[in-house]
């Protein structure tokens, strides 16, 4: 167990829905990361926040948001759904903001959205 | 559990034998690399990590080996167990502290019995 909690584990919508994914970070830790993980694809960075704050976007879908709370932990907003966005989405938590090798990136155990 | 990628290309070996994982990785400039290892249904889970001023670093049963020059970085496993049965994923960092990592696709350990 990593410490970092999702939820929901499973969650099955329609086209042109709008799902809020959520993650708590490992106590102690700052920073957020969001990364999609479809079929035959390894892990895409989509956004890292630290200490609430935005601090890299990766790719990223403007229908796709995030933000992170005073209590740190963070909700990934997906909307307008399509099928392609049917996918693993993981968050992983870290002690600080860089990404370095002090960085280690702990990963809760995913969200599976499937959209029919 | 869901499978993470159905044409991952697939490493089998015997219980008790060595594991080699290779990545190619595409980027003369990364200086930060790192396996790690994703069992089916869980998140990926960190293994083990090396700078880019070491050649070889060693965990437990566990081997990283990096070659600059080449630009290839390999995950040795020794006495590899079934539990080792998972897929294992080599990030590198372009730019240390500064870029996000970036990802390989994944090779499928299988551990045959």
């Known amino acids: 167990d990593s410490g970092v909690t999702q939820t929901p584990k499973h969650l099955i919508t329609a086209t042109g829905q709008r799902v809020t994914l959520r993650c708590s970070p490992r106590s102690g830790d700052l920073s957020v990361y969001w990364y999609q993980q479809s079929l035959d694809q390894g892990l895409q960075f989509l956004i890292h926040y630290y200490n609430g704050e935005e601090r890299a976007k990766g790719n990223i879908l403007e229908r796709f948001s995030a933000q992170q709370f005073p209590d740190l932990h963070s909700e990934l907003n997906l909307s307008s759904l399509e099928l392609g966005d049917s996918a693993l989405y993981f968050c992983?938590?870290?002690?600080?903001?860089?990404?370095?090798?002090?960085?280690?990136?702990?990963f809760g155990p995913g969200t599976r959205l499937l959209v029919l | 559990g869901e499978s993470v990628g159905l044409h991952l290309p697939t490493l089998s070996v015997q219980e008790g034998d060595n594991s080699i994982i290779n990545c190619a990785y595409s980027n003369s400039a990364s200086d930060y690399f790192i396996w790690y290892k994703q069992e089916s249904g869980k998140g990926p889970q960190f293994i083990i990590d090396i700078r880019s001023n070491m050649d070889k670093r060693q965990g437990q049963r566990v081997t990283v080996l990096l070659n600059k020059t080449v630009k290839h970085l390999s995950l040795q496993i020794a006495a590899t167990q079934p539990g080792d049965s998972a897929v294992y994923f080599c990030a590198e960092s372009p730019h240390s502290g500064n870029t996000p990592l970036v990802f390989g696709k994944g090779t499928r350990l299988s551990v045959i019995a």
């Open positions: 992983a938590s870290s002690v600080g903001g860089s990404w370095s090798i002090q960085e280690t990136q702990y």
